[in-house]
């Protein structure tokens, strides 16, 4: 019996059919029984560069070598976090960008959100702390990335969550500005969206969605917190994912992507009039941060990893490859089982199982994961369907492999519910 407790995973199941994965290399990872499989998630959204990259490696050794940690509290600094900042900084979407540094996701929503609701504070609109989100969205699991998330399994079971939040539909961007209105923009701190919904199912943002709530953040004083998590880094194409859109945000999540997994790291970046109440001389201090956030040896493999995006031009394959991916699973739809097939923006896709599919057999959706890891592909399974998010590094040919083998579970698992 296992004593992890996986987050995300059945306790019992976890503990007693663990599936170890030792060694990767490029698109491909390795099981303890030496099987290889594509890596058709990028392990969760993040490899970005692919795994093996002993660049990287070599990066992560140098700094622990040297200072492997040590606090940025106060004005405590180090090299490498100084360098990662100027170069997310001078590739952001949006002017004068500060960056605050965390160690993921959530660390980073929950950032996002704090830091809205002081700055309306210091600007002497206390009352601006209502945070909306939309339906499907994922921020997290933290304090306030569980009370804004759209997708209410992750909401139960908690009790009272952080006040002050309002959920609308993800496609309707009318239904934002009605939120605003409703409850006074003199109340509303902040939207917060994914350019592409990710964990909630894989959702393109309609034509013009994201330009048209950028609008209306802007008319109503609002900020706009893009959350890049999953979008950044080269998923969609760009450092920060939100600049296809030509949409300049207030302030944007990031982690994943930003060192492709090789060491925890996320971040904030925020625009210069989010950070302008902070920067003056005797200004107030923003009381908020992890123990490890600006982690050298974390920052000196985002350097490393950042560097290899921009130099081996990975980091724009995320669009070039995004057709490639969804027409690979487009004959999925030919099988009585799927519902649809959603992707197209950015190299992230999702197959949908029908709704009546899914009620007649509980766990189907294990089961069509199960049958794909048995023909060498990893997916992951997400609402009502299974996602497919590889590394940037992908060629069209191995993409080819994870539609073929996906289309060859569905087959197996239609014989199987026969």
Known sequence: MSHFWHPFGQ????????IIFERGEGI???????KRYIDA??????????HGRQEIAEAIFAQARSLAGYSAFGNFSNQPAEELAEFLSARSPMPDTEIFFVLGGGDAVETAAKLARRYFY??????RTILI???????????FGTSVSGIPVNRAGFGELVPDTIQVQWDDSEAVEEAIVRSGPERIAALIVEPVVGAGGVYPPPSGYLEAVSGICARHGVLLVVDS??????????????????????????AKGVTSGYLPLGGVAVSGRVAEP?????????RHGPTYGGHPTCAAAGVANCKILEEEHILERGSLLEGELLESLLPAQESPLVAGVRGGTGLLAAVELGQATLDDHPGVLDRLAGFARERGI?????????????????????????GGGLIEALNDLEKSLK
């Open 41 to 50: 998630t990028a392990a969760l959204w993040y490899a970005n560069v692919g």
């Open 11 to 18: 306790l019992y199941q976890s503990a007693t059919s663990p």
């Open 28 to 34: 491909y990872v390795f099981d303890s029984d030496g």
């Open 378 to 402: 990893i997916t992951r399974v997400l609402g009502r369907g299974v996602a497919v998010s590889p590394p940037l590094i992908i060629e069209p040919e191995e993409i080819q492999m994870i």
């Open 278 to 286: 902070f920067k003056t001389p005797g200004s107030p201090v923003f």
């Open 133 to 143: 989100s939309r339906t499907n969205g994922y921020h997290g699991t933290w304090g």
């Open 229 to 254: 998590v999953i979008c950044g880094f080269g998923r969609l194409g760009s450092w920060y994912g939100i600049e296809r859109f030509g949409v300049v945000p207030d302030m944007v999540t990031f």
């Open 122 to 127: 210091e600007i002497g609109e206390q009352n």
